[in-house]
């Protein structure tokens, strides 16, 4: 991968704690985050009918660790999707077919902390598309940002993150038309729903 030219000034942030998560963007804030996984936690707690005390969406720590439905919530505030992608499929036919409303992708990859061994961790970082189709790592164990050299270096990394067990989602500027396909007709202002969570959006090792 070649490293992007400082003077395009591509926003980055480096991990601290368990946000590695968080948008890579000066969007949301810790508290801001907090804030989604809270109203969801009531959302589920009212679709269950019961109390929740712990919030499953977030660490108790204060820490990060959010759940990917905190991270879907934060892009449909920004009038984005998050889809699955489909391991089964082909990343590199996936990629080619995506049109201009494509933002990028979110990479979820298990990791293993130095010091608690045998315990699984997770990471998850952003691959941004830019306008002219190439594709840039913004990792936040990175210094800075890292573009790919080609459409093929970027396929084959991809594909070995899905052959490491990690997973790939896609990442759509919305229209009314996706949101309610993606959440039903009455999305809301939250713009999310609440479901049982999936993963924490953090690691166990923090990275720099």
């Known amino acids: 991968m070649a490293q992007i030219n400082s003077a395009r000034s591509l926003y980055h942030e480096c991990q601290n704690h368990g946000q590695c998560g968080k948008l890579q963007g000066p969007v949301y804030s810790i508290a801001d985050l907090d804030v989604i996984a809270e109203d969801l936690r009531k959302i589920a707690q009212e679709s269950l009918q019961m109390t929740i005390w712990k919030n499953p969406y977030k660490s108790p720590m204060g820490m990060g660790?959010?759940?990917?439905?905190?991270?879907?919530?934060?892009?449909?505030?920004?009038?984005?999707?998050?889809?699955w992608f489909d391991a089964r499929r082909d990343i590199a036919e996936s990629l080619a077919q995506q049109d201009d409303s494509m933002v990028g992708l979110i990479v979820h990859v298990p990791t293993s902390p130095r010091w608690?061994?045998?315990?699984?961790?997770?990471?998850?970082?952003?691959?941004?598309?830019?306008?002219?189709?190439?594709?840039?790592?913004?990792?936040?164990r990175l210094s800075q940002p890292t573009a790919f050299a080609g459409f093929d270096d970027t396929v084959e990394f991809l594909n070995e993150i899905l052959h490491n067990d990690g997973r790939l989602f896609l990442v759509h500027r919305a229209t009314i038309e996706s949101m309610e396909q993606q959440h039903g007709e009455n999305w809301g202002t939250s713009g999310t729903v609440a479901s049982e969570p999936i993963a924490a959006t953090g690691e166990e090792e923090n990275a720099s």
């Open 65 to 83: 660790y959010y759940d990917v439905s905190v991270l879907e919530a934060a892009l449909n505030k920004q009038h984005c999707t998050l889809a």
């Open 116 to 140: 608690v061994p045998f315990w699984k961790g997770q990471h998850w970082f952003g691959i941004l598309r830019l306008s002219n189709g190439a594709f840039v790592n913004l990792d936040s």
